[in-house]
Nanobody
Framework: QVQLVESGGGLVQPGGSLRLSCAAS????????MGWYRQAPGKQRELVAA???????NYEDSAKGRFTISRDNAKNTVYLQMTSLKPEDTAAYYC?????????WGPGTQVTVSS
């Protein structure tokens, strides 16, 4: 089992920045993918960005150019640097871990973009 704990959410004004962190603990060996998803009220959860254990990344279209996902394998931590935030980025953000036979979710952290 892999346990995930997110941090770094909060209230930010449009155009502002936030950095989310997700610390993983447990059986984190081998090839895996860690990602950030978000879910706004009344909407489905969607992938924002993901990064493999080898460092390959992919982004949802609206995140490209504004968000950067990174990971520190020594600390078992993945980050999401978010810049130029927009009100439509408001959502609960969830960290996700996937490996062969294992999928884990964090409890989520709220990001609210509002003036």
């Amino acid at each position: 089992q892999v346990q995930l704990v997110e941090s770094g959410g909060g209230l930010v004004q449009p155009g502002g920045s936030l950095r989310l962190s997700c610390a993983a603990s447990g059986s984190i060996l081998g090839i895996n993918v860690m990602g950030w998803y978000r879910q706004a009220p009344g909407k489905q959860r969607e992938l924002v960005a993901a990064i493999t254990s080898g460092g390959s990344t992919n982004y949802e279209d609206s995140a490209k150019g504004r968000f950067t996902i990174s990971r520190d394998n020594a600390k078992n931590t993945v980050y999401l640097q978010m810049t130029s935030l927009k009100p439509e980025d408001t959502a609960a953000y969830y960290c996700n871990f996937r490996a062969a036979g294992v999928t884990s979710w964090g409890p989520g952290t709220q990001v609210t973009v509002s003036s």
